[in-house]
């Protein structure tokens, strides 16, 4: 019994100190948020008032607002292109039978490992090439390359576990492919397209170094970038309250997102991984 309890003990010290360790970052960035001024270099854990001022500034910043809306259309454009994709390759790998299907899918996860860095001058040329770039339509192009192997797999993964009976009986109805994604299969993916989808937009909200690399100009740019771009009164400022404001801005509405959805993603997450 003590033992038991001990183990108890230890198991909550130890999801507390994960929570506080993944909590505190975003915890300290609220703090600093309502700083000004020389306040900003006194280490604080608790804060002891709160001015409004550096959210103003944000808020009123109509280039930060522009960037919040170049963010919201590349990513919903980037999740919607992903699903499309996805969902018809995972029909054909989980459904369809051909010789090399799994290589072709083991394939397609190996692509998922490439860092950024490394495809970023052959995307750059790409993107030169099909005339798009300093255009929201180069930042939807990468993220959906790198969007969809994930993707994909979760969705075949899902899509193989589904009953063939129902895909039998469709198919003697005289439905064709394309009525059994869309009619039969789509309602029971949800799960899956809705973890799909709110992990592609959140890669696409928070990625960096292609919408750094394809922008030149400001109203193109999209909120990473448009955060790192804040400056200050003078060239030797940085504004850290501001900067902390815009961060709590952007992420507060991903934080209700996966609130939200929290079942769904788990759901979509373990598909396929118990059978019977």
Same mark, same amino acid.
């Given at each position: 019994?003590?033992?038991?309890?001990?183990?108890?003990?230890?198991?909550?010290?130890?999801?507390?100190?994960?929570?506080?360790?993944?909590?505190?970052?975003?915890?300290?960035?609220?703090?600093?948020?309502?700083?000004? +001024?020389?306040?900003?270099?006194?280490?604080?854990? *608790?804060?002891?008032?709160?001015?409004?001022?550096?959210?103003?500034?944000?808020?009123?910043?109509?280039? *930060?607002?522009?960037?919040?809306?170049?963010?919201?259309?590349?990513?919903?454009?980037?999740?919607?292109?992903?699903?499309?994709?996805?969902?018809?390759?995972?029909?054909?790998?989980?459904?369809?039978?051909?010789?090399?299907?799994?290589?072709?899918?083991?394939?397609?996860?190996?692509?998922?490992?490439?860092?950024?860095?490394?495809?970023?001058?052959?995307?750059?040329?790409?993107?030169?090439?099909?005339? $798009?770039?300093?255009?929201?339509?180069?930042?939807?192009?990468?993220?959906?390359? *790198?969007?969809?192997?994930? =993707?994909?797999?979760?969705?075949?993964? *899902?899509?193989?576990?589904?009953?063939?009976?129902?895909?039998?009986?469709?198919?003697?109805?005289?439905? =064709?492919?394309?009525?059994?994604?869309?009619?039969?299969?789509?309602?029971?993916? @949800?799960?899956?397209?809705? =973890?799909?989808?709110?992990?592609?937009?959140?890669?696409? @909200?928070?990625?960096?170094?292609?919408?750094? =690399?394809?922008?030149?100009?400001?109203?193109?740019?999209?909120?990473?970038?448009? $955060?790192?771009?804040?400056?200050?009164?003078?060239?030797?400022?940085?504004? @850290? +309250?501001?900067?902390?404001?815009?961060?709590?801005?952007?992420?507060?509405?991903?934080?209700?997102?996966?609130?939200?959805?929290?079942?769904?993603?788990?759901?979509?997450?373990?598909? +396929?991984?118990?059978? +019977?």
């Amino acid at each position: 019994m003590i033992k038991r309890q001990l183990n108890s003990v230890a198991f909550y010290l130890l999801v507390i100190s994960i929570v506080v360790v993944a909590v505190f970052p975003f915890y300290y960035s609220v703090i600093t948020s309502f700083k000004t +001024g020389t306040d900003l270099f006194s280490v604080d854990y *608790f804060p002891k008032h709160f001015d409004l001022r550096n959210y103003r500034d944000v808020l009123n910043n109509d280039n *930060f607002l522009r960037s919040i809306l170049n963010s919201v259309f590349i990513a919903s454009t980037t999740v919607v292109c992903a699903l499309f994709l996805a969902v018809t390759a995972s029909y054909a790998l989980a459904r369809v039978r051909f010789k090399g299907r799994g290589l072709l899918l083991m394939t397609i996860l190996a692509v998922s490992m490439f860092p950024q860095i490394a495809v970023l001058a052959g995307l750059f040329e790409m993107v030169r090439f099909l005339g $798009i770039y300093n255009s929201p339509w180069a930042m939807i192009l990468s993220y959906t390359i *790198f969007t969809l192997p994930f =993707t994909v797999w979760v969705l075949t993964t *899902f899509m193989r576990d589904l009953p063939v009976e129902i895909e039998e009986a469709a198919i003697v109805d005289g439905a =064709t492919p394309w009525v059994i994604i869309t009619q039969v299969f789509l309602p029971l993916l @949800w799960p899956a397209l809705v =973890t799909t989808g709110l992990l592609a937009f959140i890669g696409a @909200w928070n990625e960096f170094l292609f919408a750094l =690399t394809f922008t030149a100009s400001e109203t193109m740019r999209t909120v990473p970038v448009a $955060i790192a771009m804040l400056s200050g009164a003078s060239d030797h400022e940085i504004p @850290w +309250g501001t900067i902390m404001a815009a961060s709590v801005v952007v992420t507060v509405p991903l934080i209700i997102l996966v609130l939200i959805f929290q079942r769904k993603i788990v759901a979509g997450l373990t598909a +396929g991984g118990v059978k +019977g």
